[in-house]
């Protein structure tokens, strides 16, 4: 019973954060209304409904519970009527972004490993967890999307979701667990962000 209620935490929660990362993305596309409620619900759903696919659990949980959808449509609510204001905070967009990647990368982790798979497929399927609904809402807005630059992006998922596996699998609480992945994909992400940092790419073959 611990791992649902964990589970539903991170998920709700992850889903009206990276909702709210949605909306402002929209804002920022200068959407209209429609067009804030759909990026708020693709983004905020979208990596959860990845998930429950690859494990065959179908309804997604996504759709079978309301909840998931109310907190969704209530982040783009927030982001309609309170904007401005979040975008005083300096980089709403980065922070909520990194906080939904950290967020889904250990419950997708967390919900592969109660399906019985094994370590390192349960962590790679987190971070097809956490980068799924941003995947989604970049190329919805015709943006290349994150993972795919050079952005410490599915790396910082990955660090998080290696964390709390790890953790699980030697025995710290499950909760701990799951705030130190959180933990760990958030600093390595906005850190990144903070200080330019790049994932690793080849080289340019020099003409001879």
Known sequence: ????????????????????????????????????????VVTGLGGGVIRDVLLGRTPPAALERESYLVAAIAAAA????FSNRIERMGTPLQRFDALGL???????????LNAGLGFVPAVLLGVVTGAG??????????????VFRRDVYALAALLGATTFAAGARIGVPEFAAAVLGVAATVVLRLMSTRHDWHAPRPRPSRSS
Request: glycine fraction near 12%; avoid cysteine.
């Open 1 to 40: 019973m611990p791992s649902i209620s964990l589970l539903l935490l991170l998920d709700l929660t992850g889903t009206f954060v990276f909702a709210l990362s949605g909306g402002l993305l929209a804002v920022r596309k200068d959407l209209d209304i429609v067009g804030i409620v759909v990026l708020s």
């Open 133 to 146: 609904g941003g995947v989604v809402r970049d190329l919805l807005v015709a943006d290349i999307p994150l």
């Open 102 to 112: 950290g967020l889904f990368a250990v419950s997708g982790t967390l919900t592969s």
């Open 78 to 81: 927030v982001v309609y009527f």
